[in-house]
């Protein structure tokens, strides 16, 4: 079920535990101990459904965190790592303390820079003498190496724990890395060791089992893991019933859907949030029940507390895809007069909203816009009106745009060239689509990166159409050695099949369960 950028939402809540902090042997990892070489990634992020607590750090004054962090995310050569800030800042004089540097990497994990919180941590490991370790901070360190290093290394991290830090975080931890690469069986076992070890006695293991199960689309699974709990007076929070409500509206029934809604009304333990009704309005939007998921919108802006940016993200996603360009307008101006400053995610769903409802010249105009206030050029937001314009047929545009991005200092990614080869492939021009290709494959990041089926096929036939064989099998050759697509016996026809699993990467929208699994980012 699509629903927003995936730039990605995160609630701030507080899940301080003043338990954290309570006398644990020192971790200390072996220096000796690098995942840095490994080349395998997942993309999963430890979510408030399965936080299993956190240091006390956030009730304290922010005084040096936000100028370390400023100077780690705005690195000029990012390849030198987070540890050459970090001993920079201390010849300075300025002793960093636990408190601030588990700050710095809570902000980091926010915007999904895992690895330079990984190195943060590992600049901690070193220096064990200053650093007592809890199993909250190990749990946070498996968490990065399965979203930087894969989930094989983080299962290594996890045998080499001593057991006494291997309580109900760290095993929570690994259970939400197998759902987050949907390795069911793994992720199944380790569950049943939590109910035998006593771990699995609240709401947030039962919630990650059901974020899986959803994402497999397995739904009466989901349903028997809400009557275990049940059966097992295990009281659902919010995200419970908000799993369940988007499992019913997954399926297509907005009579289940209300009916798990009047039920969490019910519920007096229960104030439905901002995500509920976000969730609520994706369904009706799908189901073409227009102003119910208008009235929805209207909640979401009810319950929206605090300064948190995320909500109005999804606000002008969603009413991007009802199509109410004047609603998208009012909330961005509500936005920008809230918060001083724009992140880049902010600027990618109100462009990818406009694109939505068909105001190419207000998208152009944003883009100028934020073009003039980045702090660093996210080509992700110029893909957005480079795929628009090759689907209009400007590849010119496009490319203007993509050279602007390169003056800029900016890094096409493999979205970019895929939206290139699009475009010379409408264009008829095999050669350059090939070279563009190519780009894409060898890109920074490449082995995150699906290629859109519909974009090959087009390809392949334009290959057959000019009886260009060679061509087509350069590419097939590409697609091999990439280790992510395989072919449907001897490519009869257009058809591709890839393993695992098609995506059109348009990332306007994603899934709706990632409004589920990423809110409280950071939160263990």
Same mark, same amino acid.
């Given at each position: 079920m699509l629903l927003?950028?995936?730039?990605?939402?995160?609630?701030? %809540?507080s899940l301080s535990s003043t338990q954290a902090y309570s006398i644990i042997p020192r971790f200390n990892r072996p220096k000796t101990l690098s995942f840095r070489k490994s080349q395998v990634t997942v993309t999963c992020s430890i979510s408030q459904i399965h936080s299993y607590g956190t240091m006390d750090y956030e009730r304290r004054p922010a005084i040096k965190w936000n100028a370390v962090y400023k100077r780690i995310s705005l690195m000029e050569k990012p390849e030198l790592g987070a540890a050459s800030v970090l001993n920079q800042w201390e010849k300075e004089g300025q002793m960093l303390s636990k408190w601030e540097l588990c700050r710095v990497v809570k902000e980091l994990r926010k915007y999904k820079r895992h690895e330079h919180a990984l190195e943060v941590y590992e600049w901690m490991n070193n220096r064990g003498e200053r650093f007592r370790f809890s199993s909250s901070d190990a749990a946070i360190q498996l968490d990065l190496i399965a979203k930087v290093h894969g989930v094989s290394s983080a299962e290594d991290f996890f045998t080499r724990l001593h057991d006494s830090l291997k309580d109900k975080r760290i095993y929570g931890a690994l259970l939400n890395a197998y759902v987050r690469a949907t390795i069911r069986e793994k992720a199944e076992s380790l569950f049943d060791d939590m109910r035998s070890k006593g771990y699995a006695t609240h709401h947030l293991p039962f919630n990650v089992m059901m974020t899986l199960y959803m994402n497999l689309k397995e739904h009466d699974k989901v349903e028997s893991i809400v009557s275990e709990m049940m059966q097992k007076n295990i009281q659902l929070d919010t995200y419970s019933y908000n799993i369940w409500l988007s499992s019913?509206?997954?399926?297509?029934?907005?009579?289940?859907?209300?009916? %798990? !809604?009047?039920?969490?009304?019910?519920? /007096? $333990?229960?104030?439905?949030?901002? $995500?509920? !009704?976000?969730t609520m309005a994706t369904v009706y939007i799908k189901l073409g029940q227009l102003d119910k998921a208008l009235d929805c919108l209207k909640k979401v802006e009810s319950r929206i507390t605090g300064r948190d940016r995320i909500p109005y993200h999804y606000l002008l996603s969603l009413y991007g895809s009802v199509g109410n360009k004047d609603e998208i307008y009012r909330v961005w101006n509500i936005y920008k007069t809230i918060f001083l400053s724009v992140p880049n995610m902010g600027y990618h769903?109100?462009?990818?909203?406009?694109? /939505? %409802?068909?105001?190419?010249?207000?998208?152009?105009?944003?883009?100028?816009?934020?073009?003039? %206030?980045k702090s660093a050029f996210d080509p992700r937001i110029a893909n957005l009106l480079m795929s628009w314009h090759v689907k209009d047929g400007n590849l010119d545009r496009a490319e203007s745009i993509f050279n602007e991005m390169l003056e800029m200092g900016g890094k096409p990614?493999?979205?970019?060239?895929?939206?290139?080869?699009?475009?010379? $492939?409408?264009?008829?021009?095999?050669s350059e689509a090939l070279s563009c290709w190519k780009e894409a494959y060898a890109a920074v990041g490449s082995n995150k990166w699906k290629a859109k089926p519909a974009s090959i096929a087009a390809f392949f036939k334009l290959c057959e159409d000019e009886a260009d064989m060679e061509s087509k099998e350069a590419l097939v050759e590409l697609m091999r050695q990439s280790h992510v697509g395989s072919f449907d016996g001897a490519l009869i026809g257009n058809k591709v099949s890839i393993v695992n699993g098609e995506t059109d990467n348009d990332n306007d929208e994603i899934e709706n369960e990632e409004v589920l699994l990423n809110q409280g980012q950071g939160s263990i």
């Amino acid at each position: 079920m699509l629903l927003q950028p995936s730039l990605h939402h995160h609630t701030k %809540v507080s899940l301080s535990s003043t338990q954290a902090y309570s006398i644990i042997p020192r971790f200390n990892r072996p220096k000796t101990l690098s995942f840095r070489k490994s080349q395998v990634t997942v993309t999963c992020s430890i979510s408030q459904i399965h936080s299993y607590g956190t240091m006390d750090y956030e009730r304290r004054p922010a005084i040096k965190w936000n100028a370390v962090y400023k100077r780690i995310s705005l690195m000029e050569k990012p390849e030198l790592g987070a540890a050459s800030v970090l001993n920079q800042w201390e010849k300075e004089g300025q002793m960093l303390s636990k408190w601030e540097l588990c700050r710095v990497v809570k902000e980091l994990r926010k915007y999904k820079r895992h690895e330079h919180a990984l190195e943060v941590y590992e600049w901690m490991n070193n220096r064990g003498e200053r650093f007592r370790f809890s199993s909250s901070d190990a749990a946070i360190q498996l968490d990065l190496i399965a979203k930087v290093h894969g989930v094989s290394s983080a299962e290594d991290f996890f045998t080499r724990l001593h057991d006494s830090l291997k309580d109900k975080r760290i095993y929570g931890a690994l259970l939400n890395a197998y759902v987050r690469a949907t390795i069911r069986e793994k992720a199944e076992s380790l569950f049943d060791d939590m109910r035998s070890k006593g771990y699995a006695t609240h709401h947030l293991p039962f919630n990650v089992m059901m974020t899986l199960y959803m994402n497999l689309k397995e739904h009466d699974k989901v349903e028997s893991i809400v009557s275990e709990m049940m059966q097992k007076n295990i009281q659902l929070d919010t995200y419970s019933y908000n799993i369940w409500l988007s499992s019913c509206g997954s399926q297509g029934s907005a009579e289940r859907m209300e009916h %798990v !809604f009047e039920q969490m009304k019910q519920d /007096r $333990t229960i104030n439905p949030n901002w $995500t509920t !009704f976000s969730t609520m309005a994706t369904v009706y939007i799908k189901l073409g029940q227009l102003d119910k998921a208008l009235d929805c919108l209207k909640k979401v802006e009810s319950r929206i507390t605090g300064r948190d940016r995320i909500p109005y993200h999804y606000l002008l996603s969603l009413y991007g895809s009802v199509g109410n360009k004047d609603e998208i307008y009012r909330v961005w101006n509500i936005y920008k007069t809230i918060f001083l400053s724009v992140p880049n995610m902010g600027y990618h769903g109100m462009i990818s909203s406009l694109i /939505r %409802v068909g105001d190419a010249e207000g998208a152009e105009k944003i883009y100028e816009e934020w073009l003039a %206030v980045k702090s660093a050029f996210d080509p992700r937001i110029a893909n957005l009106l480079m795929s628009w314009h090759v689907k209009d047929g400007n590849l010119d545009r496009a490319e203007s745009i993509f050279n602007e991005m390169l003056e800029m200092g900016g890094k096409p990614n493999s979205i970019t060239w895929e939206i290139l080869a699009e475009g010379h $492939t409408g264009e008829r021009r095999i050669s350059e689509a090939l070279s563009c290709w190519k780009e894409a494959y060898a890109a920074v990041g490449s082995n995150k990166w699906k290629a859109k089926p519909a974009s090959i096929a087009a390809f392949f036939k334009l290959c057959e159409d000019e009886a260009d064989m060679e061509s087509k099998e350069a590419l097939v050759e590409l697609m091999r050695q990439s280790h992510v697509g395989s072919f449907d016996g001897a490519l009869i026809g257009n058809k591709v099949s890839i393993v695992n699993g098609e995506t059109d990467n348009d990332n306007d929208e994603i899934e709706n369960e990632e409004v589920l699994l990423n809110q409280g980012q950071g939160s263990i």
